[in-house]
Structures are given as structure tokens and as C-alpha cells.
């Protein structure tokens, strides 16, 4: 079992704030994630979990504060450019292809891990064709490691809720991230489904030598998996702490727990 090094952060967000119209999406938030660590991100609707995501992967722009990846400020990197520095994800409501197979889905994940570019292609097919076999066996690996690689040549939109969700995961993997953004992978799953995820995330996790950060409403898979969780209310950081001392406290008790927790 990975143990997290705490004194090892691999993602850092600093006084981070954003507001859309008069609603402050995120106010003044600061936390990190530790390398190796299965971090849960919770907090009722509309707390800015997802605009978190939004910053870290650059499909938002903070209008103050910083982050920060391996050390890295990656406040104003280019979208593009995010899984190339090794932070990969997946969306709340899916961002599959539906007429595609579920190999191309997941191929388009490995594309961004590619060593070789159009050029290599061009002026050198051998390299090019060793670095698509390279891929192709990452992803045969990925896929059977999620169970779904008898899935491949299936059209991604023919399939069930609960399988999108992880083929959409395979495709982050695909990336080989170093940090995997997960929103609400377990979303629809019935609980004894949420149950095997969440034995699956904690695999995965310890098998490529990943870290996690989880966001989740399924608070009985948060608080069985994650070693730490952080608390978002209202765009700001309410709590952080073991499972324990998230569900100990009032604050989050009356914010979210109280109401949501199932
Ligand atoms: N692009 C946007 N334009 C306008 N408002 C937005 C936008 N994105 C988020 N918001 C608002 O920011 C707040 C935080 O939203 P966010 O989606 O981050 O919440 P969340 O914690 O992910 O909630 P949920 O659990 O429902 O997914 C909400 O009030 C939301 O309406
Ligand atoms: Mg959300």
C-alpha cells in the first residue's frame, strides 16, 4: 500500500478566487494535495468543487491567487497544455464521444502522453509507428486493468451510464497522469457498484502511482476511501481532515453532512 507523503505536495492552491456575475465561486480557497494521497474534495451543491477542477485544468481563469503543480505555477499555463504537465481528469457529465469506439476514446487520452508529433510521422514512421504501439499497449493495459477491454470495438454511446463513466476514466489514465481530478466518478452507481469503485480507485491508485483527488456526494465512499478530505461551502474551505474529523465537525455537520449524507 502507497503511503502518502505529507510532507510532499503535489498540487498547491493559494488564496484562489473567482466570481461569475455576483456569485463568488470560489473566495480566497487555499489547500493542497500530498503525493501518493486519495484526497476527498466535498461540499454541498454549488460549493465550487467543480470550479476548482475548472482552475486546475484551465478551462477557468482565477481571478486571484495561484497554483501550483510539483512546485510548477501553472496559474496561467495553457489549457492545452495541462495533461502535458501531468493532471488529468474527468467530468461531471461526461465528455465522451459518443460514435466513437470505446478504444478511440481511449486512445485520445494516450495522444497526450505521446512522445512523437506530426512531424515524427512525416520524417520518421518508425519512430512514429513504435511510439503508436507504445500507446496501444498502455491503453490495452489500462483498459483491462478497469475491466472494460472486451468493450473496445462497442460504440461508446450504445453503452450504460455506469460504464461511460469508466471508460471515461480509462481515457484520464490513458494520459499516465501524476495527479487524476476525479467529479463524481461514482454518480448513478448503486451503492454495493459504489462499493467495488471505490475498491477499484484505491487499486488504481497504488498501481500507477497516482494521487487523487475525489470529488464525491456519496459520502460513504469519500469517507471509506479518501485519507483526507477537504470541505468546500459556499466557495470557501469550511473543513480538512481525516473522514473522522470531517464527520466530527459541526460546521460540516450543519453545511452538508447533516442534510446530504447518505
Ligand atoms: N460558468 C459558470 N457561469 C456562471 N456561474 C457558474 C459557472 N460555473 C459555476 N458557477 C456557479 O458557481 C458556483 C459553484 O459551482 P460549482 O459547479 O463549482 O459547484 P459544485 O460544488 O461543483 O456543485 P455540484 O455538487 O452541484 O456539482 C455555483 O453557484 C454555480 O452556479
Ligand atoms: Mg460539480
Not at 77 to 98: N, P, S, Y
Not at 171 to 184: G, S, T, W
Request: aromatic fraction near 6%.
Amino acid at each position: 500500500m502507497l503511503v502518502p507523503d505529507t510532507g510532499n505536495k503535489v498540487l498547491e492552491v493559494v488564496n484562489a478566487r473567482i466570481s461569475f456575475g455576483g456569485v463568488r465561486a470560489l473566495n480566497d480557497v487555499s489547500c493542497h494535495i500530498n503525493a501518493g494521497e486519495l484526497c476527498g474534495l466535498i461540499g454541498p451543491n454549488g460549493a465550487g468543487k467543480t470550479t476548482l477542477f475548472n482552475c486546475i485544468t484551465r478551462l477557468c481563469d482565477l481571478a486571484e491567487g495561484g497554483i501550483y503543480f510539483l512546485g510548477k505555477n501553472i496559474t496561467a499555463e495553457r489549457k492545452r497544455d495541462i495533461v502535458g504537465v501531468g493532471i488529468a481528469r474527468t467530468f461531471q457529465d461526461l465528455g465522451l464521444f459518443a460514435d466513437m469506439s470505446v478504444w478511440e476514446n481511449v486512445m485520445l487520452g494516450a495522444h497526450h502522453a505521446r512522445r512523437d508529433g506530426f512531424f515524427t510521422a512525416l520524417y520518421n514512421p518508425t519512430l512514429a509507428k513504435a511510439e503508436e504501439a507504445r500507446c496501444s499497449t498502455w491503453c490495452h493495459q489500462v483498459m483491462h486493468e478497469l475491466s472494460i477491454d472486451h468493450l473496445a470495438a462497442r460504440r461508446t454511446g450504445d453503452l450504460p451510464y455506469g460504464t461511460l463513466k469508466r471508460i471515461e476514466l480509462a481515457r484520464a489514465l490513458a494520459a499516465k497522469p501524476k495527479l487524476l481530478l476525479l467529479d463524481e466518478p461514482a454518480a448513478g452507481l448503486a451503492p454495493s457498484e459504489a462499493a467495488e469503485f471505490g475498491v477499484l480507485l484505491c487499486r488504481l491508485r497504488n498501481r500507477f502511482s497516482i494521487t487523487i483527488l475525489l470529488v464525491e456526494h456519496n459520502m460513504r465512499l469519500v469517507m471509506s476511501v479518501c485519507e483526507r478530505i477537504i470541505v468546500l461551502h459556499l466557495g470557501q474551505k469550511l473543513a480538512e481532515g481525516t473522514p473522522a474529523d470531517v464527520q466530527s465537525d459541526e460546521r460540516v455537520v450543519n453545511a452538508y453532512l447533516g442534510g446530504a449524507s447518505k
